[in-house]
């Protein structure tokens, strides 16, 4: 997913995931406590596909990531891409 920065990207990617059944719900809790706790409750869906420590502290996706499940018609690949300006390039690689 390509998108400016902050338009909420890897939200919406983790959101989906987790919808689909990607993300279990003992996982999304783990997340949820874990972004509360670093005072980024809203970040918990982000941080499904921001697994850094450095993305986690920042807000910003830094690494392209990369998610793969499938329906009972289709294969689905996410890539979940960095929108700020100077990531560019690494948006451009994935």
Do not use: N
């Not at 987790?18 to 918990?44: H, I, N, T, W």
């Not at 420590?53 to 689905?76: C, K, N």
Request: aromatic residues 6%; neutral net charge; glycine residues 10%.
């Amino acid at each position: 997913m390509c998108g400016h920065v902050d338009s909420g990207k890897s939200t919406t990617v983790g959101h989906l995931l987790y919808l689909c059944g990607v993300v279990s719900d003992q996982r999304m809790r783990s997340l949820k406590r874990e972004s509360a706790a670093a005072g980024k409750g809203s970040f918990a869906y982000a941080w499904v596909m921001d697994e850094r420590e450095d993305e986690r502290a920042r807000g910003v996706t830094v690494d392209l990531g990369m998610a793969r499940f499938e329906t009972q018609h289709l294969r689905v690949t996410v890539l979940d891409a960095p929108g700020h300006r100077d990531l560019v390039p690494q948006m451009i690689s994935g």
